[in-house]
C-alpha cells in the first residue's frame, strides 16, 4: 500500500518561512517515482499546482510562488521538500503532496497519488 506522509506544517506569522516534507512509502513495492509535488486548497477555493520537480530535479512552479519557494527531492528516501519563504496570509492553505509513481512489477504503469495534506496557515 502506498502512502504519502506529509510534515512541517503550522502557524507562521507573515514573512516567515516554513519547510514541509512528504515521504513517499509502499512497503517495498515502489519501482520508480517520476514526478513529485504539492497542491494547496485554501478555504473556498479549488485545489491549486505549487511546485513540481521530475526525478532528475527539473522544477516548474506557479506564478504565485516563483521566487518565494522552493521544491526538492531527495530520491534515496523517496522525498520531497517544499521551503516556502516569505509567506503572505494568502498563503494559508491546506498543502498535499502529490506522486507519479509505478509499482513492481509494471516499472511503465503509473499512477498519481496523495497524500492527506498538511495545513498552513499564515497569520497577517
Known amino acids: 500500500q502506498v502512502q504519502l506522509a506529509e510534515s512541517g506544517g503550522g502557524l507562521v506569522q507573515a514573512g516567515g518561512s516554513l519547510r514541509l516534507s512528504c515521504v513517499v512509502s509502499?512497503?517495498?513495492?515502489?519501482?520508480?517515482?517520476?514526478?513529485m509535488g504539492w497542491y494547496r486548497q485554501a478555504p473556498g477555493k479549488q485545489r491549486e499546482f505549487v511546485a513540481t520537480?521530475?526525478?532528475?530535479?527539473?522544477?516548474n512552479y506557479a506564478d504565485s510562488t516563483k521566487g518565494r519557494f522552493t521544491i526538492s527531492r531527495d530520491n534515496a528516501k523517496n522525498t520531497v521538500y517544499l521551503q516556502m519563504n516569505s509567506l503572505p496570509p494568502e498563503a494559508t492553505a491546506v498543502y498535499y503532496c502529490?506522486?507519479?509513481?509505478?509499482?513492481?512489477?509494471?516499472?511503465?504503469?503509473?499512477?498519481?497519488?496523495w497524500g492527506q495534506g498538511t495545513q498552513v496557515t499564515v497569520s497577517s
Open positions: 520537480v521530475t526525478s532528475g530535479g527539473s522544477t
Open positions: 509502499g512497503s517495498g513495492r515502489i519501482a520508480s517515482i517520476s514526478t
Open positions: 502529490h506522486a507519479r509513481l509505478s509499482l513492481l512489477p509494471h516499472w511503465s504503469r503509473e499512477s498519481a497519488y
